[in-house]
Each structure stands twice: as structure tokens, then as C-alpha cells.
Nanobody, 126 residues
Framework: QVQLLESGGGLVQAGGSLRLSCAAS????????LAWFRRTPGKEREMVAA?????????GYADSVKGRFTISRDNAKNTGYLQMDSLKPEDTAVYYC??????????????????WGQGTQVTVSS
């Protein structure tokens, strides 16, 4: 059974940092492109960052997080990461991990991902 389990969310002050983790099981992790999406009340889920399979050579970011967030993966640990620095109140959202094996890189196409985690709440106070 495939499972993506996010962790690392929480409450942080503006300007602070958090690192989210996405632990995968039931899949051959290095064969999967990964992404982090977020959702705020009343808005559509949006891509925050994405990374290609295998070595993660290709990455992409939403304009709103470029230079502040970094996506990475550790295939030996079957885990993806999202390092979030210089957090802002507008980063407050539920963050979701997504994975797909049908292409090397899926980017922001929300409908392209096969598997999703349950989400982790990130709250940034001003």
C-alpha cells in the first residue's frame, strides 16, 4: 500500500524556518517525481515546489517562494524535503506531498500526480 506521510509542520514566527518531510512507503521512491503543494481556505491547491525523479536534477518553484524554499530528496531514506526559510504569514497553509512515476518531472500540474499525503499544517504568525 502506497503511503506518503508528511511531517514537520507547526507554528513559527515570521522570518523563521521549518523543514517539512515526506516519508514514502510502498513505492520505488527514486522512480517518482515529487512535489509540494499547499492549500489555504477558499483557494485552489497550488504547487510550491517540484523535483524530478532519480537524482532530482530538475526543480521548479512558485514565484512566491523562489529564493526562500528549497526542495530536495534523499532516495536512500525514501524521503522528500521542503526547507522553508524567511517564512511569511501568507505562507500559512496545509502543505501536501505528491508523487508520480509516469514522467520524470511533473511540475505544477496538480492532476498529474498519482499519490498524495494527508497534509501538514504550517502556521506563520506575524
Amino acid at each position: 500500500q502506497v503511503q506518503l506521510l508528511e511531517s514537520g509542520g507547526g507554528l513559527v514566527q515570521a522570518g523563521g524556518s521549518l523543514r517539512l518531510s515526506c516519508a514514502a512507503s510502498g513505492i520505488t521512491f527514486h522512480d517518482y517525481a515529487l512535489a509540494w503543494f499547499r492549500r489555504t481556505p477558499g483557494k485552489e491547491r497550488e504547487m510550491v515546489a517540484a523535483i524530478s525523479y532519480w537524482s532530482g536534477q530538475t526543480t521548479g518553484y512558485a514565484d512566491s517562494v523562489k529564493g526562500r524554499f528549497t526542495i530536495s530528496r534523499d532516495n536512500a531514506k525514501n524521503t522528500g524535503y521542503l526547507q522553508m526559510d524567511s517564512l511569511k504569514p501568507e505562507d500559512t497553509a496545509v502543505y501536501y506531498c505528491a508523487a508520480d512515476s509516469r514522467s520524470s518531472y511533473r511540475g505544477k500540474n496538480i492532476h498529474a500526480y498519482q499519490f498524495w499525503g494527508q497534509g501538514t499544517q504550517v502556521t506563520v504568525s506575524s
